[in-house]
């Protein structure tokens, strides 16, 4: 199956730096790349995804690139916020009958005012 | 658009009782609806998926009878945890897809602390 590997697991920045999240994936039959927001105690929000056949996105300060080749993507966050701090998820699914989204191990973002 | 609810939010219940949680979609039709358990500081488990009106698939090491998932309509799903014990605590998450297997995104709901004691 699927395999989601996400680094860092925390990563902290100072107020208005960049912030990257990386993540690697082993099953090329996968298309679908959402990345999610999680605050304590709530459900995932999606806030960016990317398809197979696209290489990047942007939406405001948040962009998303991927590498097909070599399995990869990841998660741009630029002028970051107080109120970006939370736990980020990668993920990797196969748009089909059976669509099941793998999970990465998540990356605690801590934005220091 | 796309909200998921989950009723409760948390729950505590005694070892041995059973415990129902719903998951509706607001302003959707969700043909396939996942659900997930997240220990403190960890991933999104996928522990089921099921779909409209057929019995759920289960992940591998998810025990069927004990965690019973119905999706009687379109727009709602159901979790109970039966017997429950202390090691059911957890963090309950469902998700929605609108249009089944031809959608690419799922819409989180915003979980269900579950705490057996």
């Known amino acids: 199956g699927e395999n989601v590997e996400q680094h860092p697991s925390t990563l902290s920045v100072q107020e208005g730096d960049s912030a990257v999240i990386k993540c690697t994936y082993s099953?090329?039959?996968?298309?679908?790349f959402p990345w999610y927001k999680q605050e304590l105690g709530k459900g995932p929000q999606l806030i960016i995804d990317?398809?197979?056949?696209?290489g990047e996105k942007k939406d405001q300060r948040i962009a998303v690139t991927l590498n097909k080749t070599a399995k990869h993507f990841s998660l741009h966050i630029t002028e970051t916020q107080p109120e970006d701090s939370a736990v980020y998820f990668c993920a990797a699914s196969i748009r089909g009958g059976y669509q099941k989204v793998t999970f990465g191990t998540g990356t605690k973002l801590q934005v220091i005012p | 658009g796309a909200v998921v609810s989950q009723h409760p939010s948390w729950v505590i219940c005694k070892s041995g009782t059973s415990v129902k949680i719903e998951c509706r979609s607001l302003d959707f039709q969700a043909t396939t609806m996942f659900w997930y358990r997240q220990f403190p500081k960890q991933s999104l488990m996928l522990m089921a998926t099921s779909n409209e009106g057929s019995k759920a698939t289960y992940e591998q090491g998810v025990e069927k009878d004990k965690f019973l998932i119905n999706h009687a309509s379109l727009t709602l799903s159901t979790l109970t945890v039966t017997s429950a014990h202390p090691e059911d605590s957890s963090f309950y998450i469902c998700?929605?897809?609108?249009?089944?297997?031809?959608?690419?995104?799922?819409?989180f709901g915003p979980g269900t602390r579950l705490t057996v004691t």
């Open positions: 099953d090329s039959a996968s298309n679908y």
């Open positions: 990317i398809r197979s056949n696209v």
């Open positions: 998700s929605a897809s609108p249009g089944g297997g031809l959608s690419y995104e799922q819409y």
